[in-house]
RNA sequence: GGAGAGGUGACCGAGUGGUCGAAGGUGCACGAUUGGAAAUCGUGUGUGCGGAAACGUACCAAGGGUUCGAAUCCCUUCCUCUCCGCCA
């Protein structure tokens, strides 16, 4: 969420800013700006009010109960009480109406972001690893999964519909491989402290870190209601809501800083716009695995802790010599509270094609403010906050296909990454 | 699921209608003392909002109500703890 003050004081320049992002959102501000106006305006006439009563309860507390001047006073500040109730009514509800445009803002790109529509419009900043080369044509890993006995969606449609995948055997151990050689790689050699949190959330939560209250469609929501009581709790999308809430409504110590956490979680998400894109095989799944990195800054080290994030995400792809390019996102391709993405894709040798498989992204503050995440940075100083930042290092289900694709070989049978040996306790998948 | 007890500041804990943003303690910060430290003493120590500031205002789980006035009384919800039941 975009700081209230800060745009009603330079509305000129936020709208400038967002503008780059998207026209129709810059629109909002205006109103808003209006609004924010019209609440501080009302701040000072109920305060006001309030200061009055509150000098007057004062002297009634002192006055004699039996006095005819009490009963007169009593009968004014009666008066002067629903005053100041009818205004804070007025209060409030402007209050709410600020919030709830402010709540469906998207956050400000950062200025080295590049200005553009979608995909195309992003930049390749790096490339890295040799793409492999074979002597027969690379199947894609839905063939590849089925033929091996390994992946299973029919099964899985018989069990819970489209967009879900049965993993056998050799999968089932590798996907289990990928996550624990993530995790180990994390906590052991990137400084990650490891957190395994819950995977159904509030409401709050999600508000918090930004999926609500515009994106409520793309999510599950349980809905277990008894007699009234209603347990109406989301699946998590990502592990990023509920490790960055983990520190919702606290100040952080600021020497503690960089606060760095990995998490599995399997994610959920109903894709309700996604009707018709990769609908063969994993890539876009209801339900998949990720191990995600969430770290909590200062604002002024948090560029450099987007690019120390995104390169640890890299770096898995680099143990798993998995040929991979790294893009910025354009303004128009990245998320609703992002103020700048680099997207990690890996290449697909069945596909032809770089897929993502990561997403690192720094939020700034936009997150903090919507959660109330705040640090001190000096031990009586003021609580400012924090910036909070998070990528997927890395989704697991794309890891597995981009292994199967560009392990294969002519016979079928994939070859297991030399770093994931350890955990898979062989070195050819050549079937269940 | 049944029965009971609770939710007050960084923490512990007092407070049953006005003088309470809240005693006392712990912790923390600064100062004094000391060769240095411990101990001791003194001072300070919440957050949001409005304001250039002075200051004002709001907040004692959350929401609503009673009252001129609520941390204190009433209602609802949420959460925690104890015992029993059920359960991986």
Known sequence: MLDLRYVVDHLDEVQAALTRRSA????????????????????????????????????????????????????????????????????????????????????????????????????????????????????????????????????????????????????????????????DLHTREHGYTEVLPPFLVKDTALYGTGQLPKFEEDLFKTQKSDEGKAFDLYLIPTAEVPVTNLHAEEILDGAELPVAYTAYTPCFRSEAGSHGRDVRGLIRQHQFDKVELVRFTSPETSDAQHELLTSHAEEVLKRLKLPYRVSLLCTGDMGFGAQKTYDIEVFLPGQGQYREISSCSNYGDFQARRAQIRYRAEPKGKARLAHTLNGSALAVGRTLIAILENYQQADGNVVVPEVLRPFMGCEVIRGR
């Open 24 to 183: 129709a959102a810059a629109e909002t501000l205006a109103p808003i700006a209006e609004l924010g106006k019209k609440r501080r305006e009302l701040i000072v006439a109920v305060e006001t009010k309030a200061q009055q009563r509150n000098a007057a309860n004062e002297a009634m507390a002192k006055a004699d109960k039996k006095s005819p001047a009490f009963t007169e006073k009593r009968e004014e500040l009666k008066r002067l009480s629903t005053e100041i109730k009818e205004a804070e009514k007025g209060l409030a509800e402007c209050e709410a109406e600020v919030q709830k445009l402010l709540a469906v803002v998207p956050n400000l790109p950062d200025a080295s972001v590049p200005v553009g529509k979608g995909e195309e419009d992003n930049q390749v900043v790096r490339t890295w690893g040799e793409k492999p080369s074979f002597a027969f044509t690379p199947k894609e890993h839905v063939e590849l999964g089925t033929a091996l006995g390994i992946l299973d969606f029919e099964r899985a449609a018989k069990i819970s519909g489209a967009r879900f995948t049965v993993l056998f055997g050799a999968a089932a151990r590798l996907e289990r491989a990928l996550i624990s050689f993530m995790l």
